[in-house]
């Protein structure tokens, strides 16, 4: 292959994972809900707007509202359980969490290789089993892109 098409095939390779980054980008209030429900799953609507309401300061009509755009946007899942529908995170926490690091890392901060791991280690989100997959996926993404 000419350096040309070498170029050019790179390009579309991050320009394709620039794409599907961008669709498994959570905006920050939906990452708040995620985030909840990765801890625990499944939630109603009401349990979800209590573990939420003192980070967002909104209405339960607007958890509401943001639930069911989640569900369309395929973040989240649903089902009836004793006439309640409740919810369940569809985006894997490492995946997600990876993307928003590699983001920070290679778009916004400009570096060329991951971050150390350790800086997540006081992390009330991500246990011991988690921080090594995190580690795992990040050094793969960095690798992809060299």
């Not at 292959?1 to 095939?9: E, H, I, Q, V």
């Not at 995170?89 to 993307?99: C, D, F, H, R, S």
């Not at 570096?111 to 997959?133: G, H, Q, R, Y």
Request: with cysteine.
């Amino acid at each position: 292959m000419c350096d040309t098409c070498s170029m050019m095939a790179t390009s579309v390779l991050q320009m394709t994972k620039l794409m599907n980054l961008e669709k498994k980008k959570p905006s920050p209030t939906e990452l708040v809900i995620l985030k909840s429900l990765w801890q625990e799953s499944p939630l109603s609507a009401k349990e979800i707007h209590l573990h939420i309401e003192d980070k967002l300061n909104w209405s339960y009509s607007s958890t509401r509202k943001t639930l069911d755009r989640m569900s369309e946007k395929k973040y989240l899942k649903f089902e009836n359980a004793h006439g309640i529908k409740v919810f369940y995170p569809v985006l894997e926490k490492i995946e997600i969490l990876a993307n928003f690091v590699s983001d920070l890392t290679q778009r916004i901060l400009e570096v060329d290789s991951p971050l150390p791991i350790s800086m997540f280690t006081d992390s009330k989100l991500l246990n011991e089993n988690e921080l090594d997959k995190l580690e795992k996926y990040i050094n793969a993404e960095f690798q992809e892109n060299e």
